[in-house]
Every structure is written in C-alpha cells, then in structure tokens.
C-alpha cells in the first residue's frame, strides 16, 4: 500500500502534535496534596453532677379535653345541596386555624369516594375518604369513621367542624 506525500505528511504532523503535548511545562506545575493543617486545641471540659431524674409526681397534670358538642345532624337553613360534581378537586381548607389542602377524587375507596390531604394537621391529616348525602359533605379517616361533617355555605366553600369539635372550612 503506497501512501502519498499528503498522507505521510499528515501522519508526520498527528505524530508531532501528539509529542509535543507530552512534552509541555503545564505538567510539571501540577502540586503535590497540600500538608494536613496543625492540629488545634478543642477547649476544655467542665464535669457537673445532673440533677436528679423526674419522677411521675414531678409531672405537670396532663391538660383535660374539653367536651365538645356533636356534630350537627342537620344542616344549617337554608343550605343547598351538595353533589359529587361539586366537591372533586383540590380544596384549600382551613382546620382548627391551620392551612393545607384536601384532594378529592371519584376514585372509590370501600363505599366512599377518595381523599387526599396535603399537608394537613391532625385531625385532617387522618382525612382518607369523603361522600356527600343531601346537603351535607362528609370526611372519613381509613376506618371509616367520620372525622368531620360540612356543609356548603354557598358559592365554592363549605363550613363544619371535626368530630373533636375545631372548625373546618374549604374554599377554592
């Protein structure tokens, strides 16, 4: 095979090229890892004897619940009914003076329709399920159990309260 002078004298260049960056002085200034720093005096330690451990009698008194009125079995007058259609979405809700945000869904969870909460507080934060009967719209937790019972106020928003009793509102 016959190389041309063209050829030979590319080849002769790649190979000048290829020596002449092996041999360049950006290598030689390449340092060594710097020392480790010196070591440095951490302080000193002070030993004092701990007090005595609590005991039960020692404990505050835990604080008592307040009892709380039911939820109402009727919705307030002058109510309008509530529908599926009306409630799916995200909802910005306010439980007990705290901000978060419930989803509901048409998604069937056991007899109910799914709910999600997002970021919510207890006792929202248990919210796992939702249906609507008549005027009023209610939150289940994963047992089934009612959590909380609402009712529209007109426009997108629906007012109630927990089954413990806080106030719950959604809006849009």
């Known amino acids: 095979m016959a190389l041309s002078t063209s050829g030979l004298t590319a080849i002769a260049l790649i190979s000048a090229l290829a020596l002449a960056g092996c041999q360049g002085s950006r290598m030689a200034s390449v340092d060594p890892l710097p020392a480790p720093l010196p070591a440095a005096p951490a302080g000193t330690v002070e030993g004092k004897t701990l007090p005595p451990p609590a005991t039960p009698d020692n404990f505050p008194d835990a604080p008592q619940e307040e009892k709380v009125a039911a939820l109402p079995a009727t919705p307030p007058a002058g109510a309008p009914d509530v529908t599926t259609g009306s409630v799916t979405g995200v909802w910005n809700a306010e439980v007990g003076g705290q901000s978060c945000k419930i989803a509901t869904s048409l998604t069937k969870r056991g007899s109910n329709n799914r709910a999600a909460p997002l970021r919510c507080a207890a006792p929202a934060d ?14 289940y937790d994963g047992n089934g159990e009612t959590l909380a019972r609402l009712y529209s106020s007109g426009g997108e928003r629906f007012d109630g309260q927990t089954q413990s009793g806080q106030p719950i509102s959604l809006t849009r």
């Open 126 to 139: 248990g919210i796992a399920a939702w249906n609507v009967a008549g005027k009023q719209l209610t939150f």
